[in-house]
T-cell receptor
């Protein structure tokens, strides 16, 4: 199993540019999560999807952030326009939620974003 | 979800058992205790979880007190590769529905050679 795949692994962009982060969850998983990690705020959940439907986006910082999951094998997190304070490591995670089964979230390697 | 309290850092000698404590005094009856760890520059990794019974797997053991107000993660023979930040999380599990993982600041475990 390839695990959760994220791309790009590193992104450097200039303030005002659009940034798109991509995630491929583990095949068969039905929940997908986007997290952001910074030194100041630690690891925080931005949004999660269940069966491709956004369930809770209360962690999305503002309207500049948007996330989509067009199918079970792909999700994007977009920042438009980007700002220096968006610099962080963005993690995607997926899990299989099924009654009676242990639910474990598997994290990808992260995308390190630097906005200049 | 209940809050957790962990020491910010701990040291452990290589080959010895590492015992990482966690307080969750406001835990509810349907909240599980989960442990994840994050090795530098990597995504968090699931270790173990439990409700009220002690649990053991190939990575670690989880000891939960009878009143469930605290727990201890035990790495039986720590290696240098176990150096990481360890997160203790309590979360509610509803049947068929996923829930958030609320990460605190965790414990930085430094395994010394």
């Amino acid at each position: 199993d390839a695990g959760v795949i994220q791309s790009p692994r590193h992104e450097v962009t200039e303030m005002g540019q659009e940034v798109t982060l991509r995630c491929k969850p583990i095949s068969g998983h039905n929940s997908l999560f986007w997290y952001r990690q910074t030194m100041m705020r630690g690891l925080e959940l931005l949004i999660y999807f269940n069966n491709n439907v956004p369930i809770d986006d209360s962690g999305m910082p503002e309207d500049r952030f948007s996330a989509k999951m067009p199918n079970a094998s792909f999700s994007t997190l977009k920042i438009q326009p980007s700002e220096p304070r968006d610099s962080a490591v963005y993690f995607c995670a997926s899990s299989l939620v099924s009654a009676g089964l242990k639910e474990t979230q598997y994290f990808g390697p992260g995308t390190r974003l630097l906005v200049l | 979800d209940a809050k957790t309290t962990q020491p910010p850092s701990m040291d452990c000698a290589e080959g010895r058992a590492a015992n990482l404590p966690c307080n969750h005094s406001t835990i509810s009856g349907n909240e599980y205790v989960y442990w994840y760890r994050q090795i530098h520059s990597q995504g968090p990794q699931y270790i173990i979880h439990g409700l009220k019974n002690n649990e053991t797997n190939e990575m670690a053991s989880l000891i939960i007190t009878e009143d469930r107000k605290s727990s201890t993660l035990i790495l039986p023979h720590a290696t240098l590769r176990d150096t990481a930040v360890y997160y203790c999380i309590v979360r509610v599990r509803y049947g068929g529905a996923t829930n958030k993982l609320i990460f605190g600041t965790g414990t930085l475990l430094a395994v010394q050679p």
